[in-house]
């Protein structure tokens, strides 16, 4: 009962993220689901892509209402992030793909994700003048084909958010912006719609491979979508500048967690329990000391 409520409250932290951030909660969710739920690693992934896309739609609304949504980019990126998120699932669930290779896979792009986070406030703080769009630490692309390339990073971010079940929008936003000339608010209302359309991709490409929890995804979803309404309103309040250094340590902290936790995948002995839970581990260790 109490691991349950624990849960619940950090779903609600997933949503305050969005709503405070504009992205980066989602990240969380399949840590929570596993090291606090109890969740297997295949099945973590999969919930995590309907609460994900279920918040990020309830996201896009007022972005809708705003104008902020650009229709025909979110069909062209979203169509190759789709693709690619299809795909991945449908990689997750061959035989050779263990829960616990996902779970590596899935804290690299965190300390990635920690990185990119950390670097920009740092900017932040040391220049006086940020850029308008906010998009100083990203390399200004140099292509006659930028179309081209937005196509290929969002088959590659379809395919991550498909394989481990993140959202993707901090590489999201940047493409749209730099390759696909979105200005920056109408990129981030874009950038939540696509993130709906590569979860119900992903789950398509799960469906009736794995097992899922449905009760217990729709109360974490409906605890991360309160959580983001109340981030949204915190936002009049604090700025995210002062948050996302915070957010970025915490990041780390957590793909180090998650790394040390699956560390036998690295050693010799890792291949024969590379498909089991965290949890389903730890039993293993009583069961040869007793």
């Known amino acids: 009962m109490i691991a ?22 989602s990240i969380l969710a399949v840590p929570i689901l596993v090291y606090v739920m109890g969740v297997e690693p295949k099945s973590a992934i999969v919930m995590s892509l309907a609460i994900v896309g279920t918040v990020s739609l309830l996201g896009t609304i007022p972005h809708w209402k705003l104008g902020n949504v650009n229709v025909k980019k979110a ?10 998120a299809y795909g991945g699932a449908k990689l997750a669930t061959l035989p050779f793909v263990s829960g616990t ?14 990185g990119f986070t950390i670097r920009k406030s740092t900017q932040k703080e040391q220049s006086a003048s940020v850029e308008p769009d906010d998009l100083t630490m990203y390399p200004r692309p140099v292509c006659r084909y930028c179309w081209l390339w937005l196509l290929t990073e969002g088959l590659g971010v379809g395919v991550l958010t498909g394989l481990v079940g993140v959202g993707g929008g901090f590489a999201i936003v940047p493409a749209l912006v730099l390759l696909g000339k979105t200005p920056m608010k109408e990129a981030v209302g874009t950038s939540l719609a696509i993130i709906s359309l590569n979860s119900v991709a992903g789950l398509m490409g799960y469906f009736g491979e794995v097992a899922i929890d449905w009760r217990l995804t729709l109360s ?11 981030g949204a309103y915190l936002s009049r309040f604090v700025q995210a500048k002062h948050l ?47």
Do not use: C, D
Request: net charge positive; glycine share 14%.
């Open 75 to 84: 069909a062209i990126f979203g169509s190759a992030t789709m693709l690619g």
């Open 220 to 230: 974490l979803t409906v605890a991360a979508s309160l959580g983001m309404v109340a």
């Open 244 to 290: 996302q250094k915070a957010f970025g340590y915490f990041l780390l902290a957590m793909a180090g967690f998650i790394l040390f936790q699956n560390r036998a995948v690295f050693s010799s002995t890792g291949a024969t329990e590379s498909g089991r839970s965290p949890a389903t581990q730890t039993r293993v260790v009583v069961v040869r000391k007793s």
């Open 4 to 25: 349950w409520i624990v849960g619940h409250i950090l779903a609600a932290g997933i949503g305050i993220s969005l709503g405070l951030l504009g992205g980066g909660g």
């Open 101 to 114: 290779f996902q779970l590596v896979l899935f804290a690299i792009l965190m300390l990635v994700a920690a």
